[in-house]
């Protein structure tokens, strides 16, 4: 009961970062490069600074389809050789797939993190706008490290499978 709750807030909590990553994020870099490019176009006069939101967004939206992309299992897979072997070591090697992603994306949030500390550090700031560029790389490095609630979930699920395979076999 407390894992099927945990499920359901996990999968909730990454299909709303997902939500806002396109709804806020990719709509409003999207109406950025439009209205630059319209600009350019009409008034020969672009929208100073767009290069340097691209950047800074791209970094948050990407981030923000991690946990996502984990929940739902998405992630690039090679399938034959689990189905060359068998129904059990199908599982057994998506289950070693989704906690070996799980550690690179521990891995990827623990760098991200120190990417972060270095750009304030630092002092980084973008180029044409001058905004400092460190507190974009924390937003993603958080949204990189909520996608992590994503592997109990899937984890869980794999062992369950094979726990239910077992029970079937019995």
Request: net charge positive.
């Amino acid at each position: 009961m407390v894992f099927a709750k945990y499920d359901w807030l996990v999968t909730r909590l990454v299909r709303v970062t997902a939500g806002l990553s396109i709804g806020v994020g990719l709509v409003s870099l999207i109406v950025a490069i439009i209205l630059d490019v319209t600009m350019r176009w009409l008034f020969n006069s672009p929208i100073t600074g767009v290069r340097d939101l691209s950047s800074l967004f791209i970094a948050v939206i990407v981030s923000g389809f991690f946990g996502l992309l984990l929940r739902q299992e998405g992630n690039i897979s090679i399938r034959f050789l689990g189905k060359l072997l068998g129904q059990r070591w199908e599982i057994i090697l998506d289950l070693a797939a989704n906690v070996l992603t799980m550690a690179v994306m521990a891995l990827a949030t623990y760098y991200l993190w120190q990417y972060a500390e270095y750009l304030a550090d630092n002092g980084e700031t973008t180029q044409v706008l001058g905004w400092r560029m460190a507190p974009w790389w924390r937003v993603a490095t958080v949204l990189t490290g909520i996608s992590l609630l994503a592997g109990p979930v899937v984890i869980g699920e794999k062992i369950r499978q094979l726990k239910n395979l077992g029970a079937e076999k019995s």
